[in-house]
């Protein structure tokens, strides 16, 4: 079926806690480009703009892409819906959601106020968390991106915030 993805198992995800503007499991902003290479179980990325600021590294078998600001660290992870650990704030699960459970957590649990950006996605400052769709078959599913104090300011917004527009137009 076209735009069916692969999905990997629950069985086969990693559980990752996230540390607001510190860590998403074992990625702690501010990390080098090495650095988030030997954390990561997979080893090199599969698709990658390094070292450039403000680029990347997709690394697919662990469903995770990265993001590096100034000095080529480590500024924004995002986690694939589909191949990504589970990763988790609190008891909640961020990733691989349908939009009305994280609606639902928004309005009863979530830790803070959240704004909408250009295309309606949530937000949450304080947290430094922008809940993304991705499209997979009939459902769109939640690709969480966190970011580091580094992009704090106004990453929600399209079109001036730090988030590189790849991260935009992509998914």
């Given amino acids: ?14 559980r990752w806690e996230v540390t607001p503007y510190v860590n998403v499991g074992p990625l702690f902003f501010g990390m080098s480009h090495e650095q988030v290479i030997s954390a990561l179980p997979v080893g090199d990325p599969t698709d990658s703009g390094y070292p450039a600021p403000g680029e990347f590294a997709s690394f697919y078998d662990a469903g995770v892409t990265v993001y590096y600001g100034t000095g080529g660290n480590l500024a924004g992870v995002a986690i ?5 650990p589970h990763v988790f704030l609190g008891d909640f699960r961020l990733t691989h959601r349908l939009p009305s459970e994280i609606v639902g ?4 649990g979530s830790p803070g106020s959240f704004r909408l950006n250009q295309r309606c996605e949530p937000y949450f400052e304080e947290i430094g968390l922008l809940i993304r ?5 009939d459902f ?8 580091g104090t ?3 300011d106004r990453f929600g917004d399209l079109q001036e915030g730090p988030i590189p527009a790849r991260e935009w137009e992509e998914y």
């Fill in 1 to 14: 079926m076209l735009f069916d993805p692969e999905v990997k198992e629950d069985a086969d995800r990693a």
């Fill in 105 to 108: 957590w928004m309005e009863t």
């Fill in 80 to 84: 694939s819906p589909f191949l990504g």
């Fill in 140 to 147: 769109l599913r939640s690709r969480p991106v966190f970011i």
């Fill in 133 to 137: 769709g991705q499209q997979g078959g």
């Fill in 150 to 152: 580094e992009w704090a």
